[in-house]
């Protein structure tokens, strides 16, 4: 256990419907990033957010959004779902040592959608 | 902007000996941080090894190791004695400090250790 959990692990839906998927930050980590992995590719930044504010965006379309909750919890929902959403989506938070970053990465949620 | 580049999609090896995984990145930033992470057929993101830009030894984690060459902006992880448990995609990822601290990933490298 990496200490960051992502629920569900396995998500099979349609197109057109909408979908949450959760994260839940390792203990101490106030910084949770949302990737997302399709077949083949590398890991494509989505957002990130700090304490319970959006710190930072990347492409992220807008069918997709995410929060982060006073327990530092966070939800990344899709909707309007296509056939190319279907990927593996990653959560992570981070820590500062005062040295240098780490990375603690969930085991992601397989999303298809059919 | 960070960008990562892998330009080895695919790479194999034999068992027992060593490769090395290539990976150049570009940042205008000083204080950056660029790590290997490895991910088995399992799908999980596992941390192989990092390496603090401000540090000029290279990092060591067992049989894993870097050659950080910062003026080239090059960063290669070379897996010695390799194993069949190496077998995975490789990614290089790079973040900085005073950012959003986001990872920037490389598109991966597929590496397969045959017996």
């Known amino acids: 256990d990496s200490g960051v959990t992502q629920t569900p692990k396995h998500l099979i839906t349609a197109t057109g419907q909408r979908v949450t998927l959760r994260c839940s930050p390792r203990s101490g980590d106030l910084s949770v990033y949302w990737y997302q992995q399709s077949l083949d590719q590398g890991l494509q930044f989505l957002i990130q957010y700090y304490n319970g504010e959006e710190r930072a965006k990347g492409n992220i379309l807008e069918r997709f959004s995410a929060q982060q909750f006073p327990d530092l919890h966070s939800e990344l929902n899709l909707s309007s779902l296509e056939l190319g959403d279907s990927a593996l989506y990653f959560c992570?938070?981070?820590?500062?040592?005062?040295?240098?970053?780490?990375?603690?990465f969930g085991s992601g949620t397989r999303l298809t959608v059919v | 902007a960070q960008t990562v580049t892998q330009s080895q999609p695919e790479m194999s090896v034999q068992e027992a000996e060593t490769v090395t995984l290539s990976c150049t990145y570009d940042?205008?930033?000083?204080?950056?941080?660029l790590f290997w992470y490895k991910q088995p057929p399992s799908r999980q993101m596992i941390l192989v090894i990092r390496?603090?830009?401000?540090?000029?030894q290279n990092a060591t984690e067992n049989r894993f190791s870097v050659n950080f060459q910062k003026a080239a902006k090059s960063f290669s992880l070379k897996i010695s004695d390799s194993q069949l448990g190496d077998t995975a995609m490789y990614f290089c990822?790079?973040?900085?400090?005073?950012?959003?601290?986001?990872?920037?990933f490389g598109k991966g490298t597929k590496l397969t250790v045959n017996p």
């Open positions: 990822a790079s973040t900085y400090q005073g950012g959003s601290e986001k990872l920037v």
């Open positions: 390496q603090e830009a401000y540090k000029q």
């Open positions: 940042t205008s930033e000083n204080n950056y941080y």
């Open positions: 992570a938070s981070s820590v500062y040592d005062g040295l240098a970053y780490g990375y603690t």
